[in-house]
C-alpha cells in the first residue's frame, strides 16, 4: 500500500488525497506534524530523495530561518528538518522500497 506523508492543513496534500482518492488508488495518510517526523523515518526519506530536494524552500518555516540556519551540511539539515518538520517538501508519496514521489501537480499520480 502507499504511504502519502503530509501535513493536514497544506492545500497540495489535500489536493494530493484528492486525485488518489479520485483514481479509487487505495492509500494510508502519515502527518508529519502530528505523528512526527523520527529519525529513523528522516532517514527512510533522505534514502530516497536527496535533503536539497527535501527541503521546501519556499515554505514560511524556511523563510523565518536564520541565514546560518539555511546554510546546511548533510548533518544540519538533517538537524533542521527534525527541528522543523514542516521544512520538508510535501507532499510525499512512497509509491515502492525505492520510490518517493516529491510534491504534487495536477496529473502527477495518473501513471500509477
Known sequence: MLTLYIISNCDTCRKARKALDEKGIPFKTYDL????????LLEHILHRVPLVEAINKRSKTWRELSDEE????????RELLLKHPTLLKRPLLEVDD?????GYQDGDYDKL
Do not use: M, Q
Open 33 to 40: 506534524r502530528k505523528d512526527g517526523l523520527s529519525a529513523p
Open 70 to 77: 539555511k546554510d546546511f551540511d548533510a548533518n544540519s539539515g
Open 98 to 102: 525505492d520510490t518517493i514521489l516529491v
